[in-house]
């Protein structure tokens, strides 16, 4: 393995570092050194850089994780206590992710508007939050309702987020082509409306001032689809405002806020979406006739169920605002605390890298001036790395809202097209926060995210236009816009711009080699494997539902008694989708594609001792529809002196299969590929004798 200099020898600078930042080096070097009288060991550095970050932050603690979800932010009374109507307990918090990942509530499903009513319960808030992708779609376009797919592996392990317009339903759905390639697009964003105004002409406005028809609306068609990248839910506990542009938690009073209720940022979101993932007013019904749901309400809110059985009115129960305080419960407790970084903060001198001991000094050290850092935490401080390094804490959570956007240069997002087709207004752009507060001052303004789970994130930015955590390093040490009319505004960020300062030159001046530190910093130091991959002895929980979550038999013996199943959600659905290729994509069920694809021999052999048979095939994708996720191929038939070599699996009727991985996760049409079957027979016995059966989907058949 080749050993870069830099990390041999850590305190080296890079060739051009400037002097100032030698210097500065050097003078921590040499303090470390004469203080343990010679050159500094690694937990030396990580102790230097313990007490430089204690002091850029104001205290250490600052940046640590509560460890108790009791602990984390949450509204609290005069005197300090949890105010009880939103306080954490572990029986909402599991009630929210059990509803959140549940596709039983989507069942408000309009064909007045162009629902299409197949897609009612097929997806879940998780179909555009994934653990595996950060809480995020991991797609560009990202589809509940009338969207299929969950997401395939590669053969080597690694998961790919995938999730398209249901194919079955596109003769049904409004096709409009978005760019070169692209098959099918939404009729509108979700949360985009369209009234008809007081002169009886057709207006585009969110929160129209007077509301007259509603003519067509994002939140009811056919395809629900935002029209910004979904955003991490990480760290959601710790904001005012939530949503890319402060939707959520804005004042109802305000001109952009809608917050009827005049709930928390995290309560009002769970309200918002809602009513635009197509859950509100007809959820409750369907929660209701559902005994598991029943238990695990009345577990969460011991008071309403009281009310609820005195007055014989399960309303009282599962209604909207107990789902959405349930939901916001779970999405306080979305964190992890188990990283590098955090194992660092907690003292442990090891837990980070020379390179990533660098990165965080560069990260914590201002850009402006001679200081020569990147000055990143500048706007991601805070236990979640998501908020100014100065916001004062009211609660855990802060104080500053409007200091927490930024623009940031950025072009749209592509779905904003549709928008500019629907207003009939080719120079319609997403205005972000100014969308909300009616602000000029506002302009292309977005919140500041989260950074930790980065390395699972795959598009960044609210626009999706970067597709590695290293190229949106070098767009903020570059300092320049992608997009010429968000530059113009007037509102760019000079921290974007010029971060060292006025009358410098554009962008951070890193060296190639402090990019590389910071995105390592970024990529491993800030990532927590229990996050996705359940691991009991972490105190960082799984954001989707987990083995321990959903084996009631075992855990929860009290909901297996009302009908829970093991490995289902508690409405007896798969978790997340429920549509046929998500099914698959679980291992749930399987599709014989037998009849869609030509097989054909095109070699056999045998080996000298005649016991070898190989025999090899193509396969080609003969109709005009895909083949997904992974090709099975079903040996059937075969003796019982036979058997398959290089075997993938056994199926559930003992026969043996080989597994392979499609590029991309599909075979198109008019594609073929090659596979290679091996069996092993009696000496000098008869070629064996099989059939071929096809499967598309995952797991063991």
Not at 448 to 464: A, C, E, K, P, V
Not at 615 to 631: A, G, P, Q
Request: aromatic share 8%; proline share 7%; with cysteine.
């Amino acid at each position: 393995m080749k050993i870069e200099p830099t990390e041999r020898f850590p305190e080296k600078r890079r060739a051009g570092a400037p002097a100032f930042e030698l210097a500065r080096g050097m003078a921590g070097f040499l303090a470390v050194a004469v203080l343990c009288g010679g050159v500094p060991t690694a937990q030396d550095r990580a102790r230097e850089l313990r007490r430089f970050i204690d002091q850029q932050v104001g205290g250490i603690e600052k940046l640590m994780v509560p460890a108790e979800n009791a602990d984390l932010p949450q509204p609290r009374l005069p005197d300090g206590a949890p105010d009880p109507f939103f306080q954490t307990t572990e029986q909402k918090r599991f009630l929210g992710k059990m509803l959140f990942h549940d596709p039983v509530r989507m069942v408000r499903i309009l064909p007045e508007f162009g629902g299409i009513p197949e897609t009612a319960q097929t997806a879940s808030c998780g179909s555009c939050h994934l653990g595996a992708a950060a809480s995020k779609a991991g797609t560009l376009l990202n589809f509940a309702a009338g969207g299929e797919g969950l997401g395939y592996t590669d053969e080597s392990g690694n998961f790919i987020p995938r999730r398209r317009p249901r194919i079955d339903l596109l003769p049904r759905i409004r096709q409009r082509p978005l760019f070169p390639g692209d098959a099918l697009v939404d009729e509108l964003p979700t949360l985009t409306d369209i009234y008809e105004n007081a002169i009886g002409s057709p207006a585009l406005q969110q929160l129209p001032d007077e509301v007259g028809m509603l003519l067509r609306t994002g939140r009811l068609d056919a395809l629900d689809s935002v029209g910004r990248s979904a955003p991490s839910v990480i760290g959601a506990a710790f904001n005012t405002r939530l949503l890319l542009d402060g939707f959520a938690g804005e004042p109802d009073e305000t001109r952009g806020g809608l917050n009827p209720l005049h709930h928390p940022a995290q309560e009002n979101v769970a309200l918002l979406l809602l009513d635009a993932h197509r859950m509100l007013d007809f959820q409750s019904a369907t929660l209701q006739d559902i005994p598991v749901y029943v238990k695990l309400f009345q577990d969460a809110f011991p008071e309403e169920a009281a009310q609820a059985e005195a007055d014989e009115n399960m309303d009282l129960l599962i209604n909207d605002v107990t789902v959405l305080r349930a939901t916001a419960s779970f999405l306080r407790t979305v964190v992890t605390r188990n990283t590098p970084w955090d194992r660092f903060l907690a003292g442990d001198d090891l837990a980070l890298t020379s390179s990533q001991l660098r990165g965080a000094r560069l990260f914590f050290t201002e850009a402006e001036g001679d200081a020569g850092g990147a000055g990143c935490f500048s706007c991601h401080s805070g236990p979640m790395l998501n908020k100014q390094a100065n916001d004062p804490d009211v609660a855990g959570v802060g104080a500053f809202i409007e200091e927490n956007f930024n623009n940031l240069g950025l072009a749209d997002h592509p779905l904003q097209a549709l928008n500019r087709e629907a207003r009939g207004d080719p120079t319609f752009r997403d205005q972000g926060r100014s969308e909300i507060t009616g602000r000029e001052e506002d302009a292309f303004k977005f919140r500041t995210l989260t950074l930790r789970q980065l390395r699972d994130g795959r598009f960044f930015m609210h626009n999706g236009s970067f597709t590695r955590i290293k190229d949106v390093v070098e767009y903020f040490n570059e300092g320049m816009p992608q997009d010429r009319e968000a530059a113009a505004e007037g509102t760019l960020s000079p921290r974007f711009t010029h971060p060292r300062g006025p009358g410098s030159r554009r962008g951070l001046g890193l060296s190639d080699e402090d990019v590389e530190d910071v995105y390592y910093f970024l990529k491993n130091a800030l990532y927590d494997p229990a996050f996705v991959h359940f691991d009991p002895s972490s105190t960082t929980d799984t954001f989707d539902p987990n083995g321990r979550d959903l084996t009631y038999s075992v855990h929860r013996p009290d909901l297996a008694a009302l009908g829970a199943i093991d490995g289902r959600m508690p409405s007896g659905r798969p978790r997340i989708n429920d549509d046929a290729l998500s099914r698959r994509d679980m291992g749930l069920e399987f599709l014989d594609v037998t009849a869609q694809v030509d097989i054909r021999l095109i070699g056999s052999d045998t080996d000298r001792s005649g016991r070898e048979q190989e025999d090899e095939y193509r396969i080609t994708n003969n109709s005009s529809s895909v083949v997904d996720t992974h090709l099975l191929v079903v040996a059937q038939g075969l003796s019982d002196e036979v058997r398959m070599q290089n075997t993938s699996g056994i199926s559930k009727a003992g026969e043996p299969y080989r597994r392979e991985f499609l590029r991309d996760g599909v075979l198109l049409p008019g594609r073929s590929l090659t596979v290679t079957l091996v069996f092993e027979k009696p000496r000098n016995s008869p070629l064996a004798s099989y059939t071929l059966t096809l499967l598309s989907g995952q797991g063991n058949p």
